[in-house]
């Protein structure tokens, strides 16, 4: 007999879970309590155990998210057109939220059973069952009505998509989302000499011409008791970027790095870079078995542009991944032609949601692509033919 039970802390998780998820640190129980202790104050995790019998066959990361149009749009000054297109986004999206998957973090982080003891249709059903639980328990307990539910980040090559009937059933839209940019790292480069000797000539140069700009500026990681220390400025950092951004869902708190390193030690890297002893800059990266996962990164804009801090570090990011012998970097979302100008390439991504409200899922489609607006951007190729 197939089952679920939905859990609202780390701490309940069954003994059972971190052995099966042993593949992705996103779903292991260290990660998710760095996460919990550690989480923006608009996100509330749940976690869903899939059982045959009693037997742990699968899990589920549910969050929800509390949108507020503070939250979403940050302080930029925009037209009148971009005016209107907020308030419309914001009146359908702003509320509660049902993520299935990790916000958070570009991906499929959210998801995973064993093909042997359940089917994927099984699966899928019982999560959509824990999600209309939580939603039903949320209203009771806190009043809140859940506006929109959404199953997160699939490439197209992902084996969910054979389950059309099911997405059609619970009238869930496919919509197309930015790319992730990955760079699968050649098995020949040894060495960063290994990357630059095949770089082209034209990139080539880049890389040199980004490392001289640096103009003093030097890389160090840092560790636990550094990262307590200069919390503050780290924060203060990743706002910079983050502020930028013309549409978020969620504002990291002041001790996420430190509850990440804590919790995940050697598994969460941060490398400052630092001027003059001053922090100008930061990284960092998450050691995904085989995948070395970008993360959060923050600089001082005195510094971004005249010291091209962010591609040296889109760099610096790859040197970690080909010394320590990763198969991929994946350098996420947002800022694709830079990345590709390192070698990434752009996997197409989509994510399934619904508005609860029937008259908003019939719009949601093309609302969503105002809150999610194609960038036409220019693919480099920086290899040698």
Not at 149 to 161: E, G, P, R
């Amino acid at each position: 007999m197939k089952s679920f039970k939905i859990y609202s802390s780390f701490q309940s998780l069954p003994d059972s879970w971190d052995q099966l998820v042993v593949h992705d640190v996103f779903l292991q129980s260290k990660y998710l309590k760095a996460l919990e202790n550690g989480s923006p104050n608009n996100i509330q995790l749940f976690y869903v155990g899939i059982f045959e019998n009693e037997q742990l066959v699968g899990v589920a990361i549910i969050q929800r998210v509390q949108l507020y149009l503070k939250d979403m749009f940050r302080k930029t000054e925009v037209s009148c057109l971009k005016e209107f297109v907020r308030d419309t986004v914001s009146k359908v999206l702003k509320g509660n939220i049902l993520v299935v998957g990790n916000i958070t973090h570009t991906g499929q982080h959210g998801l995973f059973f064993q093909k042997e003891h359940i089917t994927q249709r099984e699966f899928l059903n019982l999560v959509f069952d824990a999600v209309e639980t939580i939603k039903k328990e949320i209203k009771e307990k806190l009043n809140k009505t859940i506006r929109v539910i959404m199953f997160k980040d699939y490439f197209l090559n992902d084996a969910v998509h054979l389950e059309n009937d099911f997405f059609n059933s619970n009238t869930l839209h496919k919509v197309s989302v930015q790319p992730n940019m990955i760079l699968k790292v050649n098995p020949d480069w040894l060495t960063k000499t290994d990357y630059l000797n095949a770089l082209n000539k034209k990139y080539k140069q880049r890389f040199k011409s980004a490392r001289n700009k640096l103009n003093g500026i030097v890389c160090e990681e840092m560790d636990l008791e550094a990262i307590k220390t200069c919390s503050k400025r780290l924060h203060a950092l990743y706002l910079n970027v983050s502020n930028n951004a013309k549409f978020n869902t969620f504002i990291l708190p002041e001790n996420h790095f430190y509850c990440l390193k804590l919790q995940l030690e050697e598994k969460f890297k941060v490398f400052g870079y630092y001027l003059n002893n001053e922090l100008v800059g930061f990284f960092t990266l998450i050691l995904n078995n085989q995948h070395l996962e970008t993360y959060f990164l923050g600089y001082d804009t005195a510094h971004q542009y005249k010291n091209q801090l962010y591609l040296n570090m889109l760099y610096s990011m790859l040197e970690f991944g080909i010394h320590n012998k990763f198969e991929t970097v994946v350098y996420a979302r947002t800022a694709m032609e830079i990345k590709s100008s390192v070698g990434a390439k752009a996997e197409a991504m989509v994510v399934y949601i619904k508005h609860t409200n029937y008259v908003m899922n019939a719009l949601l489609k093309q609302i969503f692509g105002l809150m999610n607006p194609k960038q036409t951007w220019e693919e480099r190729h920086p290899f040698k033919a």
